[in-house]
């Protein structure tokens, strides 16, 4: 039987539109998805990796393929953990294509069974990251078209606690 288990690994600080669009496109793919959200202690977050699972466990909560957990140390260990033979990367950009590429790679040195699957995002997605997210809701701007209402309130609520 094909293992059409994926993992789709990211830091997700925090999860936002263009993510959720490359997960449920993908979601149509795979039989099970595994949204893995890294817990690296050497570097900083916005959000705790609990907050972030939640956050993205209220956005896809109506897609039952989807699961989120958080992992530590090497991709491949998780993959191997949760029995998983294919990764799930979104590209925007050429410049994502050049680091996604070596990622494959190392990757694919580490576990040799593993496949990288990368999908395209769509165009109005394509300009947003994490971090710009993060910029533009702490300048006040508005961010409502580009995180999910869960999102929204984990950066209201962080925002409230960062300015008492
Ligand atoms: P990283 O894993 O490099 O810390 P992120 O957590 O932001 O980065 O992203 C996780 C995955 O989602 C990566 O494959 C990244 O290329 C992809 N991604 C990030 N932003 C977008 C977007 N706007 N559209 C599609 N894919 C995206």
């Known amino acids: 039987m094909v293992n059409k288990i994926a993992v789709y690994p990211g830091s997700f600080d ?31 977050t916005l959000f705790t990796p609990q907050e ?16 989120v957990k958080s992992f530590e140390g090497l991709l491949v260990d998780f993959l191997k953990e949760v029995g998983a033979l294919t990764i799930i990367r979104g590209l925007r950009t050429y410049s994502d294509f050049e680091y996604e590429l070596q990622m ?6 580490l576990l040799p069974t593993i496949e990288t699957v990368f999908f395209v995002t769509k165009e109005e997605f394509s300009f ?10 702490f300048l006040k ?7 999910s209402d869960p999102v929204l309130e984990a950066l209201k609520k962080k925002y409230n606690e960062k300015c008492i």
């Open 141 to 147: 701007g508005e961010v409502d078209k580009f995180v």
């Open 104 to 109: 494959a790679h190392i990757n694919r040195s």
């Open 52 to 67: 972030r699972i939640e956050m993205i466990k209220e956005t896809v909560k109506k897609i039952p393929k989807i699961e």
């Open 128 to 137: 947003l990251s994490s971090r710009l997210i993060k910029e533009i809701f």
């Open 14 to 44: 925090p999860f936002h539109n263009g993510h959720f669009d490359i997960v449920s496109r993908a979601a149509k793919v795979f039989d099970r998805i595994i949204i893995g959200v890294l817990h690296n202690a050497n570097k900083k």
